[in-house]
């Protein structure tokens, strides 16, 4: 058996190894990253970026993580009802854990640690219905945007594989792998009370509505001079693509970034402004959150959460 103070030695390296890789990671991209010229975008911000536009950006990925936070919250009633507080801490400290895993998946047992080890398959099912709710909303915007796009045949090609592999799924609902199918899976999704679902449907559809006009308005602050329709089009075109590409959290703006600039220039938008605009949502969605949940890994304790009546 391993003494009570090995395992808080164990926790705290566990922790330290989390914040000090999370901080690496993004010093590394910010450092060494050849695609970026800090020289540029600092005479960028200098040149476009007024406070007010500063403040006006940062409210956008304010909005998009509370967004994000009270869908947690929400889900999670299922389980027990947490604090905004509580809730936070968790969001935010999910998402330094899932910083330098593959596609996030870190983030899922960061938000499990917080919770009873006896709750911890119901915690990883109510993320996996959190975050599938918002890759439901992308793909479907995602194909809206490259048919509009007149992208016909990747539209046709993406809609037979979700059409395919619908019907795989329909036709293997019943496979039991070591006690999980999809079937249960869909019971289980089912046991969840429809109140719960209309809200978490709500909060990712606004969430998707705040982060691509955030995209939106920063390309306007560029003097983007394209009709509203096509460029959300294609804002949501990109995210789709980018998002269903196996990645990692901290290569976010790298993918984005390459996916962004073969569809942009073909609206002929330079691609330096692609680059700052990808790079500048990492940084507001993604280095800013990481910032503030490392606070939240540091001081983590395994406990009962708590419970607000």
């Given at each position: 058996?391993?003494?009570?103070k090995?395992k808080?030695?164990?926790t ?10 999370a901080?690496?990671?993004?010093y ?15 005479g960028?911000?200098?040149?476009k ?14 909005l ?8 947690w ?12 507080y ?9 998402v330094?854990a ?19 080890k ?46 395919f ?35 978490n ?12 006009h ?10 983007v ?69 490392s ?13 607000t009546?």
């Open positions: 058996m391993i003494s009570n090995t808080q030695y164990l705290l390296i566990i922790k330290l190894t989390i914040v000090f890789g901080f690496y990671f993004i590394d991209k910010l450092a060494h990253d050849d695609k970026l010229s800090w020289t540029q975008f600092s960028i911000v200098q040149h970026f007024t406070l007010s536009w500063i403040i006006f950006m940062l409210v956008f990925s304010v998009n993580r509370f967004l994000e936070i009270l869908k919250r929400n889900l999670v009633e299922v389980v027990e009802r947490i604090s905004l509580t809730a936070t801490k968790q969001v935010l400290a999910g330094t899932g910083l330098f895993t593959p596609n996030g998946i870190g983030e899922y047992a960061g938000k499990a640690l917080y919770f009873p006896n709750e911890t398959k119901r915690i990883l099912f109510l993320n996996v219905i959190c975050n599938g709710i918002q890759l439901i909303i992308a793909v479907l915007f995602g194909l809206i945007g490259l048919l509009y796009l007149g992208y016909t045949l990747y539209f046709i090609v993406l809609i037979t594989s979700v059409f592999i619908g019907v795989f799924m329909f036709l293997t609902k019943n496979a039991n792998i070591k006690g999980y199918s999809i079937k249960l899976f869909l019971e289980k999704i089912g046991e969840i009370p429809k109140k719960i679902h209309r809200k449907i709500l909060l990712a559809l606004a969430r998707y509505i705040t982060f691509s955030q995209y939106y308005f920063l390309f306007m602050l560029f003097g001079k394209i009709d509203y329709f096509t460029l959300m089009a294609t804002i949501i075109a990109v995210y789709f693509i980018a998002s269903s590409l196996p990645s990692f959290q901290f290569l976010d703006f790298v993918v984005k970034g390459s996916v962004a600039i073969w569809f942009f220039n073909k609206l002929h938008i330079d691609d330096y402004v692609v680059l700052f605009i990808s790079t500048f949502m990492w940084l507001a969605n993604v280095v800013l959150p990481v910032l503030i949940g606070y939240f890994v540091l001081i983590f304790k395994q406990k009962k959460v708590e419970i009546n």
